[in-house]
């Protein structure tokens, strides 16, 4: 401890200020993971499982988790397995971009699932926003340079101005 102490005077609500801005400025440059979902049937038909298979594989590319659903009507809760096996063969069809984040479960009448997007396709995707984040930034601080010398162009000229 120094001798004698030391200390600062500072204007506090200078100090939150910078503080409320480097806080908003971390929370820009944060990737936000979403968890979409994609909703089944177990008699689905094989256009509609690959439509929805699709949507699954671009929520994973864009670095989102993907919840599946299965929904069981009526008797349907009775063939489990048909469930079952239509959620392999997601797990199947995504295994490139995806891995099994939870494992396929009941919950009532529905069975679902979780997919995250395997270590390689969420790097990518955090590189893609970090670029998009950085060229809006970007584009931003060369915006107000460029609308003042508009503005000024534009301004008619009024009696007194040549």
Same mark, same amino acid.
Do not use: H, L, W
């Given at each position: %401890?120094?001798?004698?102490? *030391?200390?600062?005077? %500072? =204007?506090?609500?200078?100090? $939150? /200020?910078?503080?409320?801005?480097?806080?908003?400025?971390? $929370?820009k440059k944060q990737v936000v993971v979403h968890l979409k979902e994609v909703k089944m049937r177990p008699k689905t038909e094989e256009h =509609? /499982?690959?439509?929805? *298979?699709?949507?699954?594989?671009r929520f994973l590319e864009e670095g989102n $988790?993907?919840?599946?659903?299965i929904m069981f009507r009526g008797r349907e809760i009775t063939h489990k397995e048909l469930g079952q096996a239509l959620l392999e063969d997601v797990i199947k069809d995504v295994k490139e971009v995806g891995v099994v984040e939870q *494992?396929?479960? %009941?919950?009532?009448?529905?069975m679902f699932m979780i997919l995250a997007p395997n270590p390689k396709v969420a790097q990518r995707a955090r590189d893609l926003a970090?670029?998009?984040?950085?060229?809006?930034?970007?584009?931003?601080?060369a915006e107000p340079a460029t609308t003042?010398?508009?503005?000024?162009?534009?301004?008619?000229?009024?009696?007194?101005? *040549?």
């Open positions: %401890m120094a001798k004698p102490p *030391v200390c600062k005077i %500072m =204007d506090y609500g200078r100090f $939150k /200020y910078e503080e409320k801005k480097r806080a908003s400025e971390a $929370k =509609d /499982y690959e439509f929805k *298979v699709r949507n699954v594989k $988790k993907a919840r599946i659903t *494992v396929p479960r %009941m919950e009532g009448r529905q970090r670029q998009r984040a950085a060229q809006q930034e970007a584009e931003k601080k003042t010398a508009a503005a000024a162009a534009k301004a008619p000229a009024g009696p007194g101005r *040549v």
